[in-house]
């Protein structure tokens, strides 16, 4: 039987199933297979190739009624503990002892999906057998504790104590809701689709999750977690008639064919458009002006029309994502706000088209609405620019051809994209894996009215529309609590003392519960691989040191498809610290605004047409055992096929010698718009925001890296924007002085990910490019960054926070050992997770110990915490000191430590390891080294990193970001407390 299927024929007499469709999808050079369990109506999906990373996912249809998050709270809940694994988190046992390359599952609106991938044939077995007996034979029936613990709960400590809300997803919802982008997307997919599932939150609105029953979370459970409403996907290189039996036997066969009613509604289209107008919250210091979101969103068709779909992604780009598309300059230009943000959504059954002008006042509402309509009028009138459309087709094409998704298995994607067409359409599952066909007849349209005739028809003459406004309200997350205090207060007071003594017995019980661990014999239910399962050798680093033209080259010579990975990397060591910031913005602007030769949409067509993306960006790297020296770097990235490299490199000097950076116009919206996705970071992202904010008390490397990137850097754009009247000829001025300090031959070392054949294409192409450098002499200097430690608190308008410690252990005196790595799954999944995400309450939890620096880190995510997260953080050092575990459990976590450090890798990662490792002085010998150290850990070794651990935590770096009253009310555990957004 081979493990990779040529056709359906080679399923031999596999009769639980029946084949409704077999398809080539050459795009992807697999095989692909759509089968019918028999007995249940199960439908499987089977793409077979030589893909090693095989991913399997069961999912299922699941519409909610309502905003109670009941599809989200199951997706959580299902994980803790079932029939044949009834340990509390078998998810977590996963987590930190499976060779997984991917481990989760995903609530959408309509869909939950349980997906899992291994390049291991034994651990993706097991993976399938948890998750398969997670969903259809969960423990949520015998332990209500399980919803209470992941959904909501109501926790009062004792008779006197002030009653709460608490639960995990409670708390990541109102972590997701202190998102005005968030909440202003479900707001407008809420307005589109008010007949249908997409009219409730799935994900749970934190107002409504406190009126979900144990009963009506069962009840869900029940409805939908069923064979006949699943969808099951096999992936990759395996034996499927073993895997497709396996599915059969252990679990499809024990049940039934039910007629369930899961189908995703289609909702009528609107006779005239609808307006919906929503708050958001702003701290109480935050100024209302301009802060309002515009959004003009229609309904385009449904996810099944593949190629209707691609030309909406097409247009989307031509009229509003590409550096000076039209649409969106439009606005710009009218002063509609200072960001214009816009998004194609096919993944639901009825895309979604959406513009949105982010810092506008609600006073431009109609200008907003009539200007769109004008300019796409126009647009109509005089035809799409062709050379646009042709970029943009050429940049999704390249993106599709390259199919590298990052950390990603390409499997998952692939999964995901199937499910777009599938879940609405059960013979469509492989409608969107092939589309190269697609792009040919796009690219015939090119010249025809195709484009202005879908403008017409779905964005002129479309009613199914809704104008969205979302207005700021400074205060109002301090209103809203005050108001759930008052309202749990009053509830409370009607309450009888038994009924209250029975919440306070309830709130025990659940820590009790929470604080019992698992038995051992249900523990080792859990399937787990051995030692010898792990191979002993590391993923290799591919470095090669050449020279052309005098240029050092370091090559990384991987197979790339015919695509050429060129990072040029200019070396800032000599920069003047007061310029850094500058750097910055710089990264940002170049590639984004006119050159001598091209306005900067026609820049982007070039780029586009040419290659598949020129981007820049700044970067750090820490130099292997030092806690101080760091090489800070401006790098300028460029994906190209091979026979493209001429204009590559034309394009490259196109952007650093004839950049005009005297544009003050365009500079002061690049501005805007940088300060707006900070903004959007800053919410999404506290945990990072704050580890990279208390590192940089202590370390040049993360300093640099906060005044590029960072709180730091979002001050310095604010403060920019806010003068830029009085500042913008100084900014030009430094702008300029940095593009002579930085762009020079001298400062520049090259990566470059190829074949042979690939390097092949740089002769001859370096020499005309390094001899339009900068020369001018310039003053170079050495200098330090002014490092204190500040313990600072950073007030927002989210109700929930991220609380970061951290600190350095090479400054102690102590060197990095590979069983640091192993701590940090024992920390991340034991440790921090029972303390601070299943008795605190909070959505994440995490911790790194860095080999080459010496910093490490504690941060938590979407935390309902301050100082009970500090306090356990303090309390790890005796934790550690104190650490138990037997060879079964060692053997776990040293699986779970491999997993992070094996994950299949695309040829452009590979190219970008290997030369951070170059740059940092890392080895084959050192990367082995921290291999076998892990594979060889025992207790004893965690135990004496109690040391290390306790000299990061008397670093006393701490850093908060969160809720504006709970920083206040424990401000004593900072030097500043300070506003993070104005």
Partial sequence: MPRNLKSSKELGGLTAYELIIEEELKDINSLGLLLRHKKTGARIAVITNDDNNKVFSVGFRTPPFDSTGVPHIIEHSVLCGSKAFPAKDPFIELAKGSLNTFLNAITYPDKTIYPVASCNDKDFQNLMHVYMDAVFYPNIYKKEEIFRQEGWHFELEDEEAELKYNGVVYNEMKGAFSSPEQQLFRTIQNALYPDTSYGVESGGDPDFIPDLSYEQFLDFHSRYYHPSNS???????????????????????????????????????????????????????????????????????????????????????????????????????????????????????????????????????????????????????????????????????????????????????????????????????????????????????????????????????????????????????????????????????????????????????????????????????????????????????????????????????????????????????????????????????????????????????????????????????????????????????????????????????????????????RLLEIISEIKSRLQMHLNSSGHSAAVDRAMSYFSEASRFNEETRGIAYYKFIESLEADYQNRKNDLIDKMKLLMNYIFRKENLIISFTSNEEGLLTLSGKLLPFVEQLKTEPVEKVSEHFNLHCSNEGFKTSGQVQYVARTGNFFNAGYEYTGALDVLKVIMSYDYLWNNIRVKGGAYGCMCGFSSISGNGYFTSYRDPNLKETNEVYEKAVDYIRNFNADERDMTKYIIGTISGMDTPRTPRTQGNISMGAYLSGTTQEDIQKQRDEVLGVTQEDIRKLADIVKAILDCKNLCVIGNEKKIEQNKDLFFEVKTLIK
């Fill in 231 to 665: 969808y099951i996907y096999l992936y990759g290189d395996m034996d499927v008639l073993e895997k497709l039996n396996w599915l059969d036997e252990e679990y499809l066969k024990d049940f039934g064919n039910e007629q369930i009613d899961s189908e995703i509604k289609y909702q009528t289209p609107f006779s005239e458009r609808k307006e919906v107008e929503a708050v958001y919250p702003l701290s109480e210091n935050e100024d209302c002006a301009y802060n309002t979101y515009l959004s003009y969103s229609l309904s385009i068709g449904t996810s099944l029309d593949r190629d209707l779909c691609m030309a909406f992604q097409i247009l989307e780009y031509v009229l509003l994502s590409a550096p000076g598309a039209p649409l969106k300059q439009a606005l710009l230009d009218a002063g509609i706000g200072k960001d214009i943000i816009s998004s194609f959504d096919a993944d639901t059954y009825q895309p979604i088209f959406t513009i949105i002008a982010k810092n506008a006042e609600a006073e431009q509402k109609e200008q907003f609405v009539t200007l769109i309509r004008a300019t796409l009028e126009q647009l109509v009138l005089k035809g799409l620019d062709e050379k646009s459309l042709k970029a943009a087709i050429n940049y999704y094409e390249f993106k599709y051809r390259e199919a590298d998704f990052g950390q990603f298995p390409k499997g998952l994607m692939y999964g995901l994209q199937m499910l777009a067409s599938w879940l609405y359409d059960d013979n469509k599952p492989f409608l969107k894996l092939n589309s190269n066909k697609v792009f040919e007849v796009l690219k015939s349209k090119i010249g025809t009215d195709y484009y202005t005739k879908l403008i017409t028809g779905y964005l002129l003459n479309n009613n199914h529309v809704a104008l969205v406004t979302l207005k700021p309200q400074a205060g109002l997350t301090a209103i809203k609590e005050e108001q759930l205090k008052n309202k749990l207060a009053e509830f409370k007071a009607k309450l009888s003392k038994e009924e209250i003594k029975k919440i306070v017995d309830d709130t025990r019980h659940l820590k009790e519960y929470q604080d019992e661990p698992s038995s051992r014999e249900d523990v080792e239910k859990i399937p787990l691989l051995s030692r010898e399962d792990i191979g002993r050798s590391p993923l290799p680093i591919n470095n090669e040191e050449k020279e052309i033209d005098g240029i050092p080259i370091i090559h990384h010579n991987v197979y790339t498809n015919g695509i050429a990975y060129l990072k040029l990397l200019f070396d800032l060591e000599d920069i003047p610290k007061a310029l850094i910031p500058y750097v910055g913005l710089l990264s940002t602007v170049l590639g984004y605004i006119d050159t001598e030769h091209y306005s900067y949409l026609e820049l982007s067509n070039e780029i586009n047409i040419h290659t598949g993306g020129i981007s820049s960006d700044v970067a750090s790297f820490g130099k292997k055992g030092s806690s101080s020296e760091y090489l800070p770097t401006f790098q300028i990235d460029v994906k190209v096929l091979y026979e493209e490299m001429d204009n590559a490199f034309d394009l490259l000097k196109e952007i650093i010698s004839f950049t005009k950076l005297d544009d003050e116009k």
